[in-house]
């Protein structure tokens, strides 16, 4: 029983007794009250790579806190700590930049994207990447290759888009340009790397094989005429798709 005393100028205060089931009536009204009075915590708050957000959410937020780069905060190095910025990993942090972007994904949904790049790089990557997120231009993934065990076999098997991973060249001593944050590579499943060694053919992702064929007509390829060859090559980057050595449709490197 709940007793609630009261009285008016000294007059004899009277009691009120409610039921158990009158308490756990008014607890639920003010549960249902406090929700909705409490305000949901966006996804755009928090930055979670890859979650879905609407358009409404972003007009909220602001589209220019959703294209930012700041130099790379403690949990984002934690989550790059041993993996793609191993203990042997030469680069300074500081010459890194973490960048936060908005893309479509392939069911033009807006999803939250990141990616770990060289600060020299780190305003024109914003450019194209706001570019094409206003085309609608669709990548299916655009998380830290950190979240795939920095391996780029898996992250580039999982048609994700990523830029800084300290690595050597496949089968050479020298630096990537990843490891520098210089390269990006984008829907890297639908534009294979291709290379001929000692006459064995290897194609990186492995199942990225049915997309080598660049004159077939598919979904996601990129070529001198797609919008993202038009705006990366823009800020003086250079494509991997028209080297000769090997064809990497995917890499665009400064």
């Not at 009277?14 to 009204?29: A, Q, R």
């Not at 930012?68 to 300074?92: E, K, L, W």
Request: proline share 4%; charged share 25%; hydrophobic share 40%.
């Amino acid at each position: 029983w709940l007793t609630v005393r009261f009285g008016i100028d000294g007059a004899s205060s009277e009691m009120i007794c409610l039921s158990d089931m009158m308490k756990i009536k008014l607890l639920f009204l003010f549960s249902i009250a406090f929700l909705f009075m409490s305000p949901t915590r966006s996804p755009l708050t928090a930055w979670t790579p890859a979650a879905v957000v609407s358009q409404a959410e972003v007009e909220r937020y602001g589209l220019n806190r959703c294209f930012t780069a700041v130099p790379i905060p403690d949990h984002i190095f934690q989550r790059m700590r041993g993996h793609s910025y191993p203990s042997n990993c030469d680069i300074p942090r500081a010459d890194l930049r973490y960048l936060k972007v908005l893309h479509y994904d392939f069911n033009g949904r807006i999803r939250l994207g990141e990616m770990v790049c060289n600060k020299s790089v780190a305003n024109d990557l914003l450019f194209v990447f706001r570019q094409l997120y206003h085309k609608r231009y669709a990548i299916g993934s655009m998380r830290l290759i950190d979240d795939f065990g920095a391996d780029d076999e898996h992250s580039m098997q999982a048609n994700n888009t990523s830029c800084f991973c300290y690595r050597r060249v496949k089968g050479q001593a020298k630096l990537s340009k990843h490891a520098l944050g210089l390269a990006v590579d984008v829907n890297p499943l639908y534009n294979p790397c291709v290379r001929t060694i000692r006459g064995r053919r290897s194609v990186q992702p492995a199942n990225g094989l049915p997309y080598i064929d660049r004159k077939a007509a598919f979904s996601h390829k990129i070529s001198r005429e797609d919008v993202a060859y038009k705006y990366f090559t823009q800020r003086g980057f250079r494509w991997g798709g028209a080297w000769r050595s090997l064809k990497d449709y995917q890499h665009f490197e400064k």
